[in-house]
């Protein structure tokens, strides 16, 4: 299917998802892990389109949930609550209650507030409720500040040094029924190097843990990286300027090489929780160029597309790939592409090399398939945009473009000012 095609059937900015980039990348991981007894649970914050997630439902996947409105869509696509884990640090009642009773495979827990919590709701729906603890191994991931969760500094899981007695206090309690460990240290993780050293300090404490409470899983979570500039956007060297910056990608091949001597000796079920790995690649935004303008030293490229529909170059510094749909031959010139919002932060890239396009261009930013269009906003009273799944020769959309009156629907004009929408008042007094 050619971006072209779909950008003129169903308008632009539009994400487009291909279904074979995802079963792949779904099925390297998952068979890279064999003949370990593993669930991989996508992490459905990273895209929870439902056709995303029916498609790695229907390849067998568990998922990683992190709100009830997670779980929600998880079910509507198809998925299995008894193949899902409930992670995050601020649970509510009403999402312990409503989990419970659709059978979640497991709580991973943050804090013992939260333990006392789920036994409080478990006790009054009269069950046990499945929980994980989630133990800091304090690593240093070296990612990015944002996204690195697994030292002391950070607000998730509980230390590493606290972990049995919390598991002792929880055994005492009723309606708790430990069932996992989990632990999950970071996103983007470039090296195995990370990992190796959090299963290292993990593995000998679950093994104690599964002797003591009978665990049945150690979940050692997300955080593979992706490339996410690579020399595959084209032929041309030119083109490819940032080849010195680009890491060495970390394949399933050599994670699982290294992680699975370690976590055999475990004897566990292994929970992995990829969310970025999965789509990240399987994705792209498709925009149009809306005006090319020059200033003294600059050449903006100013796009159809903003930061409030993938917000990752404003938030995270990230990079990524951008290329234009139809290729031209000539010299590259030193461009920022922006969006249209009133935000310095409104850009997609900075000073980089790109080739001449104009203005009714179409031009794509890669690897656009993780914690793209979750974090879309309508800042600007911008609509959410499509998204189309791509399969074989076929494409359909996966989410119709938000009307604009969609997104003020819930809003109301208070009753002093008047049930009617506020009009003119006529000019009096002339004639
Ligand atoms: C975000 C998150 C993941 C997924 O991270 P990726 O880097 O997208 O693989 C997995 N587990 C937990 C607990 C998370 O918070």
Redesign the pocket.
Known sequence: MALETLAARYGTPLYVYSTHTLLDHFTKLDSALAPLDHLVCF?V??NSNLGVLRTLAEAGSGF?I?SEGELRRVIAAGGDPTRCVF??VGKSEREIEFAIRQGIYSF?VESEPEIERIDRVAKRLGCRAPVAV?VNPNVDAHTHAK?T?GTYENK?GIAIEQIEAVYARASRRRNIQLRGL?M?I????TEVAPFRQAVEKVAPLARRLHEKYGLEFLSI?????IVYQSALASGDPRWWTASKEAKSILTPATYAATLKPLLQSVGLRILV?????IV?NAGALVTRVEFVKRTGSKNFVIVDAAMNDLIRPAFYDAYHEIVPIRRKAGAMISSDVVGPICESGDYFAKNRPLPKVREGDLIALLSAG??GAVMSSNYNSRALVAEALVHGDQAELVRERQELEEIWARERVPSWLGRQKAKKRPARGRA
């Open positions: 992490a914050k990273a990683d992190v992670a995050g991973n989630r996204i969760t998730f989990q999950h970071g996103s983007q993780l979570g997300g955080g593979i990286g929780e990829p969310g970025r790995f990240g993780a914690y």
